[in-house]
């Protein structure tokens, strides 16, 4: 008796507290948004409707909103787009937005080129924020506030790393080092891809960056780095434990090695000999020590140092993530990978010394393609976060103050009204037409898009041409799971065997 009254009592209750969960968000957030944009929403539109539509989709549970959802899209079934694509199917196409709670905040997701498009450009209106400035630094690029200081800087940086002198003293310096590596490899029985490759992109970034080697000490560097990037975009809590206390220790060590190579640059500089100041004077470190500033001014010490501290990070780390795609890829088409094997070899004989130019890459227009290919479909950077600053209408919906943004840059690339068989690796789609505007962001858009575009194609083109002139490989396991989360990678790192042919 007293058992039926229990169950009866759970049936009962079970289903309005879920209910009361399911619906909690959606009435703590959403109450209160329709009566304070109404004006706005009348006055954009020239109406009295009084109809104020926020985009569809539903906010969770809460505290947790849509996470549960997320995880099983990307982690568990691993079929990431499908989290865009289910909403489509339940809300409709509308303006490609639709609301939810994630990361702890309730947020609208752009998926359209053109909400996507809209949002980049209004810095104004949605603004970059970081958890913490603390493990980047509050000097750095990245880290910076929109404003003059963060463009002058950025533009700095942009044209010193991209411009093509730079870029050919790059290739340069560069080209040694990847064939080396290359050699080491094929001579283990077996790599893990995206380990071996992070650590020779390291190598490299910090020598173009401050003409810092790490020899020996690569490991020990790597790990701090490792450390840095675990924790940049964590929770500021300073508690022995965390990802947060981590990556300050590590930038600690890391800022200590930069400074002892800034003191010797400018000890050097008085002494030098031209030549050497000459080759020096390629890496972003110098460049920043010479820059000045709109009122003439040279930066601060701390200044410099942050701004190469980021571009080592984030160039190594995402430099370190395309080329192990590029293997994925190439292994999975091989008759891709002998037309590109055949524009190489080409070249190889067109050109006597063994080293590519700048100019040699920019004529490797197959290799180029496979390598913008490889960008799409690595999606490294799958979204990216902005902070709604104002009650916003677009297209006759309210994007709320407050609220994130996440501009879901990876479902751009794979939406079929974007991109032919998205999910085919296709090099020669970049024959066709341009990609309509504002469906192929790869590096953002706007005032804080990506600042190494450029010298990413162009370590990725240097990189496909010496490996497919010299070597084949295998996938260890070529059906590995996919991990998703924060930045796709195979779970086995790329396991392969790599030989020369
Ligand atoms: C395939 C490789 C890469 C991809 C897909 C990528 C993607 C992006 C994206 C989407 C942004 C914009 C973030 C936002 O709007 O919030 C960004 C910013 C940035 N990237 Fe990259 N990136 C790549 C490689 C690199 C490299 C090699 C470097 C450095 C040398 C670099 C340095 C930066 C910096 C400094 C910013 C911040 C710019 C700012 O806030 O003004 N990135 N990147």
Not at 173 to 194: C, E, R
Not at 344 to 349: G, L, P
Not at 466 to 472: A, F, M
Request: aromatic letters at 10%; proline letters at 5%.
């Amino acid at each position: 008796m007293e058992e039926t009254w229990i169950i009866s009592l759970l049936l009962g209750i079970l289903p309005i507290v879920g209910l009361i969960l399911w619906w909690w968000n959606e009435i703590w957030y959403l109450r209160g948004i329709k009566v304070r944009c109404s004006k706005l929403f009348n006055t954009n539109n020239n109406n009295n409707n009084n109809i104020v539509k926020i985009p569809p989709g539903h906010l969770g549970f809460p505290f947790i909103g849509e996470t549960l959802s997320l995880l099983w899209f990307f982690n568990i079934i691993a079929r990431p787009d499908d989290f865009i694509t289910s909403k489509k199917y339940k809300y409709g196409e509308n303006v490609g937005a639709y609301r939810t709670h994630l990361y702890g905040c309730p947020s609208i997701i752009a998926c359209s080129p053109s909400l996507c498009k809209f949002v980049l450009n209004s810095s104004d209106k949605f603004k970059q924020e970081w958890p913490t400035t603390q493990v980047l630094g509050a000097n750095s690029v990245i880290t910076l506030e929109e404003g003059p200081r963060h463009g002058v800087i950025k533009n700095f940086i942009v044209n010193y790393i991209n411009r093509p002198a730079s870029l050919t003293r790059f290739l340069l310096h560069v080209q040694p080092t990847i064939i080396q590596a290359l050699q080491l490899w094929s001579h283990q029985h077996k790599i893990k891809t995206f380990y071996q490759v992070k650590k020779v992109t390291l190598d490299y970034t910090m020598k173009y960056m401050a003409h810092l080697e790490a020899g020996t000490q690569i490991h020990v560097i790597e790990k701090l780095f490792e450390g840095v990037a675990s924790g940049f975009r964590s929770q500021p809590w300073n508690i022995p434990g965390t990802s947060f206390y981590h990556a300050l220790k590590c930038r600690k060590e890391i800022m200590k090695k930069l400074k002892e190579q800034l003191d010797k640059m400018k000890q050097n500089t008085a002494i030098e000999a031209t030549d050497q100041l000459e080759s020096r004077s390629s890496d972003l470190m110098s460049g920043l020590l010479e820059m000045k500033d709109e009122e003439g001014r040279h930066l601060s010490e701390q200044e410099v140092l942050e701004n190469v501290l980021s571009t080592i990070l984030l160039g190594h780390m995402s430099i370190a993530y395309v080329l192990t795609w590029s293997l994925y890829f190439l292994h999975k088409s091989p008759q891709l990978l002998l037309k590109l094997r055949e524009e190489n070899m080409a070249m190889v004989k067109k050109i006597n010394s063994g080293s590519l130019t700048y100019e040699d890459i920019l004529k490797l227009k197959y290799t180029n393609k496979v390598a913008e290919e490889t960008i799409r479909m690595a999606n490294i950077a799958g979204f990216v976060f902005r902070k709604v600053t104002d009650d916003v209408e677009f297209k006759g919906y309210i994007i709320p103050k407050g609220w994130n943004v996440i501009i879901w840059l990876r479902f751009l690339h794979n939406d079929p009204t974007n991109f032919d068989d998205p999910m085919n690796f296709n090099p020669d789609r970049w024959d066709v037409a341009r990609p309509k505007h504002g469906a192929y962001l790869p590096f953002g858009r706007g005032s804080r898009s990506c600042a190494g575009n450029t010298l990413v194609r162009a370590s990725l083109v240097l990189f496909l041409h010496h490996l497919s002139i010299g070597y084949e490989w295998e996938l260890l396991n070529p059906n590995s799971k996919i991990k998703y989360l924060s930045h796709p990678l195979p779970v086995d790192g790329l396991e392969i065997s790599i030989r020369k042919i």
